[in-house]
């Protein structure tokens, strides 16, 4: 790309030959990016981004961290690929590292290219385990974009490939702010989530259900922290019917919601944890699933139906272990936890009373969303369900960060908050003073000015 000496010819060396996902490729625009350096990044005429994307919520660590940087270029000069059937340094260190920071009694790891292919093992671990075809998950989700993980995917990305024929069964999560439930208080919305997952249980047969597959807290779809009890309860349910509980910590692990994973705030202990993006922050392909002892003991004397040409590279594994080891050295896990309890949640509340847009913002570490609505009182959509990209008025929004210099992650009719875990606090002003000035052209869209003060949730 360096060759090219300008944004406009960088463009069009893209669109020659490049054909890029989730896009109508006709009127697609990509950004050439030359560059990258903690939370920022830069294009070929100079201008510079905060990135609060994390790209797509995978750089946990920021931009060209010198010490996983060192570690590739180190791994490949020493051993640049071996087949998954040998033994390397670099991978079984990486799955100690891993494993050392899972729930306890998770200890075993088999390592993919990225989530979607971790969602897919997964699920084919608790179906072969359990000798039963169904799959439980929520309609506010995303798992990946391969054949299975689409299927279980619940969000409209689906439903162009969806067969409805892939042992897939969905369930409405808690979501207070737009409850199925009709609930008013977090109590509620918990029991009455638990109350209907436990009926879809009844109703499809437990003894046909080899899993439930779920996101501790929902990434794209909301980030959608779940009342206190929700996690475990879950937990409860799975362990009454012999159903395994897969937690899908893909968007959520490493980092991003102040703990190592989201499953450490609620103590709940999954069968399977799936992981990709921040195990090394996107620097080279990885991804897996952590299988507990009882699973993995299930394949001690008969084979695992299945593999990757891939599976523990030796660059991606040299990366995590680099990764890993300097968020636990430099305390990355810490700040995102503090970055989330005394800067972004007290200013987003800030920004949610300032602008009567705002229906709700809620989250942890540096893992938020700001709800947009048109009116707050009967909680209409910025922009309706399923929209496409960041359009209409959100993407009006999106397009003035932009031209001030953020970079934000949108979905539907939010805005999502997600700068890396080592963010300074002066970065996540600057961003959140961004986000606060371009939220005044949603403002315009709203339809009926509130009087009262809005209700914001510091989940």
């Known amino acids: 790309m360096s060759s090219h000496r300008t944004n406009a010819e960088a463009t069009a060396a893209d669109r020659a030959h490049v054909f890029h996902s989730w896009s109508a490729q006709g009127a697609l625009r990509p950004l050439p990016v030359a560059g990258g350096l903690g939370s920022r990044f830069w294009d070929l005429e100079g201008n510079t981004y905060l990135d609060f994307s994390s790209q797509f919520v995978n750089l946990n660590i920021g931009h060209a961290h010198p010490k996983v940087v060192e570690a590739i270029q180190r791994q490949a000069a020493t051993l640049p690929t071996i087949a998954p059937h040998f033994a390397n340094d670099q991978r079984s260190e990486a799955a100690r590292l891993v494993a050392s920071h899972a729930p306890d009694g998770l200890t075993k790891v088999f390592f993919t290219n990225g989530g979607a292919e971790s969602n897919e093992h997964a699920v084919r671990m608790a179906r072969v385990v359990t000798g039963r075809p169904k799959v439980l998950s929520a309609y506010r989700s995303y798992h990946g974009a391969t054949h299975t993980a689409m299927h279980l995917t ?56 080899a899993a439930v597959l779920l996101e501790p807290i929902v990434g794209t779809n909301g980030v959608l922290v779940p009342p206190a009890g929700y996690l475990p309860g879950v937990r409860d349910l799975c362990d009454r019917h012999g159903i395994l509980l897969i937690f899908d910590e893909v968007m959520t692990g490493f980092g991003r919601t102040g703990a190592w994973f989201a499953a450490d705030h609620w103590g709940v202990r999954p069968d399977l944890l799936t992981f990709a993006k921040g195990v090394n922050s996107g620097y080279v392909p990885l991804g897996g699933v952590v299988l507990s002892d009882a699973v993995a003991a299930a394949f001690d004397e008969r084979p695992y ?97 932009h031209r001030r210099g953020l970079w934000p992650f949108a979905h539907f009719n939010r805005i999502h908050v997600l ?41």
């Open 305 to 401: 139906p299945g593999g990757l040409t891939y599976s523990g590279h030796p660059l991606a594994c040299a990366a995590a272990v680099a990764t890993i080891t300097a968020m636990r050295e430099e305390g990355m896990v810490e700040h995102a936890a503090h970055l989330g309890e005394h800067l972004i949640g007290p200013r987003l509340a800030k920004i949610a009373d300032a602008h009567p847009s705002v229906g709700e913002v809620r989250g942890l570490g540096v893992f938020w969303a700001v709800e947009l609505v048109r009116d707050r009182a009967t909680r209409e959509m910025l922009v309706p369900f399923g929209t496409a990209g960041a359009q209409g008025a959100v993407g009006e929004v999106v397009a003035e960060c």
């Open 154 to 209: 619940g969000d409209p990305r689906r439903w162009a490939t969806d067969t409805g024929a892939a042992g897939v069964v969905r369930f409405f999560g808690p979501y207070l702010y737009r409850s199925a439930f009709h609930a008013t208080t977090e109590q509620e919305e918990c029991d009455r989530a638990l109350a209907h997952l436990e009926q879809v249980i009844a109703l499809e047969g437990p003894g046909t259900i």
């Open 419 to 459: 700068p890396p875990c080592n963010t300074t606090e002066a970065d996540v002003h600057e961003g959140l003073d961004i986000l606060d000035a371009a939220l005044d052209l949603a403002d315009r869209h709203v339809t009926r000015q509130p009087h009262l003060r809005t209700t914001t949730r510091d989940a």
